[in-house]
């Protein structure tokens, strides 16, 4: 430990980020570098834990507590302190195959089980890792580094998320032949589409998979598998399959009006958006451009579809959630080490307030039905507030207060409930057993019920962290390894 006071010497420090009003006018990242002065200070918060909780990802009662990847955050931080920035990188990297993603959009349980956190504001560990990854490449020392033999085996990866990414990359480390499938006509998954450019510019995701090209690994787009090619038919061309394929079957609306025109899925809105900033060719045939938007879901997904919109210089923005507001402070069932379920301010709402004044997030609300005009398009939507009933069990419902109802103008509603589980074709498409839209396979083990047939990330858990697909992807790695050579000197 470098600087045995450092967490109190020193107060907890971010990146600081472009003006909520003057980043509107463009879709560049929000945040901003971090001074080296300053980072070498918030590094050497750390203080010298006995046990450190931030690397030691589990899940308490249902809530994220730690780094599933078991990054050496201790280890790095220091090292951060010391100036030594490679060794810092090569710590990073011996848990995290992507930094420059989980530094940008991970949520940082890490930081909810930091001990310091106790009392005190968490280290900025979040920061750090983003600043450490992208001084590796500036510096060129992130350079392919591609296998000195080949085992001779070759894998298929269904899907180009985090976890096929992570999968991909650690195979080819130890020499199989890999080649990654992807259904978009680009790599990358929901890092590519589903996750707007100003929170993760594409320029990070096409940088990372031209280097896993230049590593051996190939990719190859615009294929659904269950579709355009059969689970079989892969499974006879390969020596081992793993799927990576995500969970992105939408939770749709079931209320009247809910087929109008101007309902859309937010993953619809998200993905034109960015395939439209990516190709000027592109038409996207959703625009929010002088519209009253509103966006049912309170979590980030729908906070991006806030940021989305007020690019595109929307009338009005509000997202609905079910339940109330977050408390300021933790309460007594969010204990530290768990991830804390507080109030903040994410960079959407920071926005929204900038333009229009107020947070756009509405609690305790229901939609009720969705109304056109007379041409059939979508006018106006209708909601009443809930008082959210917990049960002796733990269970909740919400009871509707009467003489709440409320009419809110609306041209454009995103649909952003969260995800069911995997989608259709791959799971009727093949003899895969699941359950509740999820391939069903062992945690650890990751073997399905096909004999070399894998799955990791949210096919098999359902919808979660970009850290735990990472962990997921790398895990099921090792397992596919075990299965192809007898033995795996995989992580």
């Known amino acids: ?29 929000y945040t901003l570098p971090f001074p080296e002065s300053e980072l070498k200070k918030q590094g050497a918060r750390c203080m010298d834990c006995a046990t450190p909780f931030c690397h030691t990802g589990v899940q308490i009662n249902g809530t994220d507590s730690g780094c599933p990847l078991y990054n050496l955050i201790p280890e790095w931080n220091e090292l951060v302190y010391r100036g030594k920035w490679k060794e810092a990188l090569e710590r990073l990297l011996k848990t995290n195959n992507f930094p420059e993603f989980t530094g940008r959009v991970c949520p940082a349980p890490c930081e909810g089980g930091c001990t310091v956190a106790i009392n ?17 490449f500036a510096e060129g020392w ?6 000195t033999s080949r085992t001779g085996k070759q894998i298929v990866i269904v899907g180009s998320g985090p976890a096929g990414l992570a999968a991909a990359d650690q195979l080819n480390k130890v020499g199989h032949s890999v080649t990654v ?5 680009r790599v990358g998954g929901l890092l590519m589409y589903g996750i707007p450019n100003m929170k993760l510019e594409k320029s990070l995701v096409t940088r990372r998979v031209e280097l896993l090209e ?3 690994i190939r990719f190859v787009t615009g294929v659904e598998i269950g579709k355009d090619i059969s689970l079989e038919q892969l499974r006879a061309d390969a020596d081992a399959v793993i799927l990576c394929a995500g969970a992105q079957k939408h939770r749709e609306l079931s209320l009247p009006g809910h087929d109008l025109p101007g309902v859309h899925l937010a993953m619809k809105y998200l993905t034109q958006s960015t395939k439209a900033l990516l190709d000027d060719e592109y038409k996207a045939d959703i625009d929010a451009k002088g519209k009253d938007v509103i966006v049912i879901g309170g979590g980030d997904t729908g906070a991006d579809c806030v940021a989305t919109a007020l690019r595109q210089k929307c009338k009005s923005v509000v997202q609905f959630g079910r339940h109330p507001r977050l408390p300021e402070e933790r309460p007594e069932n969010n204990p530290w080490p768990q991830m804390p379920h507080v109030f903040t301010m994410d960079y959407a709402y920071d926005e929204a307030e900038a333009r229009f004044g107020r947070d756009p997030r ?3 609300i229901i939609t009720k039905k969705l109304v056109n005009d007379d041409k059939g398009n979508l006018k106006e939507l209708h909601t009443v507030e809930a008082e959210k009933v917990i049960a002796e069990d733990g269970s909740h419902t919400f009871r509707e207060i009467p003489g709440s109802e409320k009419v809110w103008p609306a041209q454009l509603v995103f649909v952003a409930t969260g995800f069911e589980g995997t989608e259709d074709a791959l799971l009727e498409g093949s003899d895969l057993d699941h359950q509740n839209r999820r391939v069903t396979a062992e945690y650890g083990k990751y073997a399905t019920n096909l004999d070399g047939v894998f799955a990791a990330g949210d096919v098999r858990r359902g919808q979660s962290l970009i850290v735990w697909a990472i962990l997921e992807g790398r895990e099921a ?5 075990r299965y192809l050579m007898g033995e795996t000197d995989l992580p």
């Open 1 to 29: 430990m470098g600087k045995a006071t450092g967490f109190m010497d020193y107060e907890r420090k971010t990146a600081a980020e472009r003006d909520s009003l003057s980043r509107q006018e463009d879709w560049k990242e």
């Open 120 to 136: 005190d504001p968490a280290v900025a560990i979040k920061s750090i890792e983003r600043e450490i990854i992208d001084r590796g």
């Open 142 to 147: 992130m350079v392919p580094k591609p296998p």
């Open 181 to 185: 499938y992807e259904r978009d006509d």
């Open 214 to 216: 230049a590593e051996g």
């Open 362 to 364: 509405r609690y305790s």
């Open 477 to 481: 790695a090792r397992e596919c390894d």
